[in-house]
């Protein structure tokens, strides 16, 4: 007889989400020269941009004393792509803040993948799918963090305020999250409920999330310049 197993059963948002990371993922693998790309449909045919960038993405250490053991806590950040908000009409955040007849779908969700050190030596793989907001529209950054290639979520990202962001680690999906000592941390004091970057965060895992973030938003501090709108 066969014996039923316990599935889990991935939301639809999330599959969604996860689809469109792991299409930008193969592209990039697939094609080397189309770094750092956004996607878009314009008169229905699939067209890519650059990312406009101001350097290369340089992980944070965050600690106050790297060893050749341990020499950062964050590493090997790559903002692989990014989608355009209007491929996730039925995002729950994004129902949230503007409902479901609202057409102004602003910006990108960014695609960003990099790993992490725990206090153990062992690593964590990790890729963020997490939207830029709009400042003319008082909105912080909403998206999720998963552990690379699963539908595990470790953490999610909320717009609240007045374009402020608010990171809530998935404590239960964490078992393999070693925290450091927090005297061994170079952290900014700066995870405050009123900020976009690095955003109000309390646990120790969600001031580092808030760090990839930022760093990234750093390096790319303007994700496209041209109209969203499809045609």
């Known amino acids: 007889r066969m014996v039923k197993k316990n599935v889990p059963v991935i939301e639809q948002h999330v599959f969604k989400m996860l689809w469109r990371a792991e299409y930008l993922r193969r592209e990039k693998k697939d094609n080397p020269s189309k770094i750092d790309l956004i996607y878009r449909y314009r008169s229905k045919q699939l067209q890519y ?3 406009k960038s101001s350097g290369p993405v340089v992980a944070p250490s965050l600690l106050k004393d790297p060893t ?5 806590i964050v590493s090997n950040i790559k903002l692989i792509g990014a989608f355009p908000t209007k491929d996730l009409q039925d995002d729950p955040m994004w129902l949230e803040m503007f409902g479901p007849n609202d057409g102004g779908f602003m910006g990108f969700y960014m695609v960003i993948e990099f790993d992490i050190t725990v206090a153990d030596g062992s690593v964590m793989k990790l890729i963020a799918v997490v939207n830029d907001g709009d400042d003319d529209r008082g909105t912080g950054l909403f998206g999720r963090i998963f552990i690379l290639d699963s539908s595990k979520m470790v953490a999610q990202v909320f717009a ?3 374009c402020a962001t608010r990171i809530e680690e998935v404590t239960s999906n964490l078992d393999s999250y070693v925290p450091f000592a927090e005297s061994d941390l170079d952290l900014p004091g700066r995870f405050n409920e009123n900020s976009k970057y690095p955003g109000y965060c309390i646990t120790q895992f969600e001031k580092i999330m808030g760090m990839v973030l930022t760093t990234v938003r750093e390096a790319h501090p303007m994700i496209m310049d041209f109209d969203v ?3």
């Open 160 to 162: 609240e305020g007045d």
């Open 229 to 231: 709108e499809d045609d």
């Open 49 to 51: 941009y650059p990312i």
């Open 68 to 72: 050749d053991a341990i020499p950062s």
